[in-house]
C-alpha cells in the first residue's frame, strides 16, 4: 500500500530555513511524480514544487523559485523540501503527493491529478 508521511514543519521566523520531508513506502520512485503543495486558510491548495520520476526534472512554482529547492534521496525514498528565505506568505499545511508516472511524461504543479497524498505538516511563519 502506498504511504506517504509529511515531517519537518515547525514555526519559523521571517527570513529563515526549514527542511520538510516525505518518506514515501510501497511505491518505486521512478513509477511516480512527486509534489509538494500547500494549502493556506481560505486558500486553494497550490502547487509548490515537484519531482518528475526517472528524469529528475524539477518544477517550482512561482513563490518558491529561488528560494525552495527540491530533492529525492532514491534509496531511502524521502523527498524533501529545502526552504530558505522564508516569508509570513509561505504559511501553511505543506502535502506530500504521488502521481502516477505513466499518465504523463513530467510532473505538474497541479494538485488535482495526483492521486496518493500525505496527512500533511503545518509551516508557521511568525516573528
Known amino acids: 500500500q502506498l504511504r506517504l508521511v509529511e515531517s519537518g514543519g515547525a514555526m519559523v521566523q521571517p527570513g529563515g530555513s526549514l527542511r520538510l520531508s516525505c518518506a514515501a513506502s510501497g511505491l518505486t520512485t521512478d513509477d511516480y511524480h512527486l509534489g509538494w503543495f500547500r494549502q493556506s486558510p481560505g486558500k486553494a491548495r497550490e502547487g509548490v514544487s515537484c519531482y518528475t520520476a526517472k528524469s529528475g526534472t524539477k518544477w517550482y512554482g512561482d513563490s518558491a523559485k529561488g528560494r525552495f529547492t527540491i530533492s529525492r534521496d532514491n534509496a531511502r525514498k524521502i523527498l524533501y523540501l529545502q526552504m530558505n528565505n522564508v516569508r509570513l506568505e509561505d504559511a501553511g499545511v505543506y502535502f506530500c503527493?504521488?502521481?502516477?508516472?505513466?499518465?504523463?511524461?513530467?510532473?505538474?504543479?497541479?494538485?488535482?491529478?495526483?492521486?496518493?497524498w500525505g496527512q500533511g505538516t503545518q509551516v508557521t511563519v511568525s516573528s
Open positions: 503527493a504521488a502521481d502516477r508516472a505513466q499518465f504523463r511524461a513530467m510532473c505538474t504543479g497541479t494538485p488535482s491529478v495526483y492521486t496518493y
